[in-house]
């Protein structure tokens, strides 16, 4: 399942030093290095490669680039990058010539993943701070197992919770997706019926990623 493409959010364009040429963050700055960022460092160590992970605004590797501005968004972003690299196949010397970045905001992310009105979504970055919808609280995420679906109570209400891994092209985790309903009653509806809410919990899911992530592709990341 794909996520690529630079066809929306946020961009930014890095010279071959590391030097911001454009964020339409703040289109005002320019000039600020950004070789905190461990992917522009790699980019321009290797000469050419794509990268895609799951960031907070806040990470204190974007400050001295001012990606995001002076006052960064809050929350979680998608962070695409792409080298433009020029060099002698024959010798296989590339030099990283530009490297293009895009951001898609998690919030956004997760509207086009929506299901319905019902089943809450949330993403977790690598470093656990997470950002998804506000019934679903941090105990069921934290419960969401990786190896099938999990019963869990929160509030007084019974809740279905399920979690699957986001890697990038390599295989690397870089996130995850959660995702809960709440199904107070609904077993007691007819025999099998948990059987039958979890395939269709499943499929839902799988459905819904495929469609958001077949839709971008600039990396080769894929949901798994």
Avoid at 53 to 64: E, I, R
Avoid at 148 to 156: E, H, K, L, R, T
Wanted: hydrophobic share 45%; no cysteine; glycine share 8%.
């Amino acid at each position: 399942m794909q996520w690529s493409g630079l066809v929306a959010g946020q961009r930014a364009v890095i010279d071959y030093k590391g030097r911001l040429l454009f964020t339409s963050y703040a289109p005002q700055l320019w000039n600020t290095d950004t070789r905190a960022i461990p992917a522009v460092k790699r980019a321009l160590d290797t000469g050419t490669g794509t990268n895609i992970s799951v960031q907070s605004y806040a990470d204190a590797m974007f400050a001295k680039g001012q990606i995001f501005g002076s006052a960064p968004p809050q929350g979680l972003v998608v962070m695409h990058l792409r080298t433009l690299a020029l060099g002698n196949n024959s010798t296989s010397s590339n030099e990283t010539r530009a490297i293009l970045m895009q951001f898609d905001d998690i919030t956004e992310v997760l509207e086009r993943l929506r299901l319905d009105d019902k089943t809450l979504l949330a993403v977790v970055a690598p470093n656990n701070t997470f950002v998804g919808d506000a019934g679903l609280t941090e105990d069921l995420i934290r419960a969401a197992p990786r190896d099938g679906i999990a019963q869990v109570q929160s509030n007084g209400h019974d809740y279905q919770v399920l979690q699957l891994a986001i890697t990038d092209h390599e295989k690397h985790e870089i996130g995850e997706v959660v995702m809960a309903r709440r199904v107070d009653g609904i077993l007691m509806l007819f025999p099998h019926a948990r059987l039958v809410f979890v395939l269709a919990m499943l499929a839902a899911l799988g459905i819904a990623t495929g469609t958001v992530l077949k839709a971008r592709r600039i990396t080769g990341a894929r949901v798994a």
